[in-house]
């Protein structure tokens, strides 16, 4: 539906998408860190084997980088609004198809039911580009940046509805790890219909229409390896592509295998993990403000190559603990969260300005797909890793990933200008 740009306030319709998407980014992260927390537990626990947990995590990061290229041809074509509900929506059935799979104990619907499960990662990543889309150039990596921190309250307190979830699967006779997607089921289905009434006007179709755009050109059909060059070709979008892939590749390779590995623990309980797990999501979300203003004005070179250090010296203090060393965890996996969240914001923030507004939505669904398919790698490698080496080899290898942003960081040199010298496209 086309909007009225002559009676429409953008900087009034900037503040109010981002106090939507704030919201529903919230609430959703309930639902998806309360699967991810349980998720590979639940695999292994269906499959018998510690290998599984790695398979079931990256069946759920799988989806939410395959799913990323649809939602945002979606979003593309019927805007923001639409591509997010749709994937919310899709993210109720996986939930559901893993609760069925828990109580038939089917290993493979288990793994489509988290794969489907992935699109609500997908849709919490697409939110941050559509904070954007409305945000001045100077202020786009605090845009993104304001998204990301909503998701904190919702994320920090999903990992500790674990326990109760399991106090809920007993209560309506499922398996106990299956209870926390149940929860997750009434999470997103709130979360789509919020997102159908509220998010009004559409920001990226105000903001094509703001800009010139007519009909056809606000729907079109390049295709995603298209976009995904342009984004390479330019300096800016090399840089940003390579931190968002690294960034997620490492945070995920740690990550999930976290639980697993203090599971090997003796007396650790699911709510230490859950609290480890907690203190790591905040390192994620909840600086993200800060991340954003330093991207804003130290620039976005300068925050990469802080997120590289966070990275190396979280694997160094997390790849050195034992099973029970939940503190020295928890620092290290404080450490990892804060360094995926300088990758995400300024890498996202790059890739987003090498691009006119006409590529964008593709270039945003392929650089998620790109680093959904390294996270995922990196989740099915852990498991077996961590069979044959321990977690120190999980969190050594997971450092060696860092190395390819080092080079191009250090190769794209004063190709990367500072903010306030960027040209707005």
Do not use: K
């Amino acid at each position: 539906m086309t909007v009225q740009t002559r009676t429409v306030d953008p900087a009034l319709v900037q503040r109010r998408t981002l106090g939507v998407l704030g919201g529903v980014v919230a609430l959703s992260g309930l639902g998806v860190t309360v699967g991810i927390t349980v998720g590979g537990l639940l695999a292994r626990d269906v499959a018998g084997s510690d290998a599984a947990a790695g398979l079931g995590q990256t069946a759920g990061v799988l989806g939410a980088a395959v799913l990323a290229v649809p939602l945002a041809r979606i979003s593309d074509r019927a805007g923001r609004r639409a591509g997010l509900a749709a994937g919310y929506a899709v993210a109720v059935l996986g939930a559901l198809l893993t609760v069925v799979a828990a109580v038939v104990g089917s290993l493979p619907l288990l793994l489509v039911g988290l794969f489907a499960f992935g699109a609500a990662t997908a849709c919490g990543l697409q939110a941050r580009y559509a904070a954007a889309d409305l945000a001045a150039p100077e202020h786009r990596g605090r845009a993104l940046s304001l998204v990301v921190w909503a998701a904190t309250v919702g994320s920090v307190l999903g990992p500790n509805l674990a326990e109760p979830g399991q106090a809920l699967g007993a209560a309506l006779g499922l398996a106990p790890l299956a209870g926390a997607f149940a929860i997750s089921v009434a999470v997103f289905a709130v979360v789509a219909l919020g997102l159908l009434v509220l998010l009004r006007p559409d920001p990226l179709l105000l903001a094509r229409q703001l800009r010139g755009a007519g009909a056809d050109a606000g729907r079109p059909r390049r295709a995603t390896s298209a976009a995904v060059g342009a984004v390479w070709a330019d300096p800016r979008g090399r840089l940003g592509l390579t931190a968002v892939v690294v960034s997620h590749a490492v945070m995920v390779g740690v990550m999930v295998m976290t639980p697993v590995h203090m599971g090997h623990g003796d007396g650790t309980t699911l709510r230490v993990i859950g609290l480890v797990i907690s203190v790591h999501v905040a390192g994620m979300y909840l600086f993200s403000p800060l991340v954003g203003q330093l991207a804003d004005r130290a620039g976005r070179r300068t925050t990469v190559a802080v997120a590289a250090a966070l990275l190396l010296a979280a694997a160094v203090l997390a790849g050195t603990a034992p099973p029970g060393a939940a503190v020295q965890l928890g620092a290290g996996l404080l450490l990892l969260g804060l360094g995926w969240s300088c990758g995400l914001i300024a890498g996202s923030t790059l890739v987003t300005e090498s691009v006119g507004q006409e590529r964008r939505p593709a270039a945003q669904g392929g650089a998620d797909l790109l680093m959904g398919l390294g996270a995922a790698v990196a989740g099915v490698v852990g498991g077996p890793l961590l069979a044959v080496g321990g977690y120190g080899l999980v969190a050594l290898v997971s450092a060696v990933l860092v190395v390819p942003l080092v080079v191009v960081w250090a190769r794209t040199g004063e190709a990367v200008p500072a903010p306030g010298a960027q040209r707005p496209r």
